[in-house]
């Protein structure tokens, strides 16, 4: 599976478990960290691990596990790492709090439209 197969497979996981504000960032070119962050937000701290699970499992079954994943207690804070893709999953005020987005303002934001579901479609 390509990086980018991959990159789609888990905006569209994401997608279909009515994650929200589904963003895609590159940041090859600010860190070493990997190559893209994914940031999503569940509606509640069950719903956020829900996006984990499933983005987890839907990537075991191609063979494919992250490096890690953390979590805080109360799981409104949710990483998985896939080394090259790093996959941020929080409860809406956790990542409210945090705007991860402005913090890595200077990377590429990708376009992911064509990949979500169109709701009243």
Do not use: C
Request: hydrophobic content about 40%; charged content about 30%; cysteine-free.
């Amino acid at each position: 599976m390509t990086q980018q197969e991959k990159l789609e497979l888990i905006i569209k996981t994401l997608d279909s478990k009515r994650g929200e504000d589904i963003q895609a960032i590159k940041i090859a070119d600010l860190t070493i960290l990997a190559e893209y962050f994914v940031i999503v937000n569940g509606t509640s701290n069950t719903h956020a691990r829900t996006l984990a699970d499933e983005t987890e499992f839907q990537l075991s079954q191609r063979g494919i596990e992250p490096l890690r994943r953390e979590a805080d207690t109360g799981n409104t804070w949710i990483v998985l790492d896939y080394g090259d893709i790093i996959i941020h999953i929080f409860y809406k005020d956790t990542r409210d709090f945090y705007k991860l987005e402005g913090l890595w303002a200077d990377g590429e934001q990708l376009d992911i439209s064509r990949l979500l579901v169109k709701e009243n479609e």
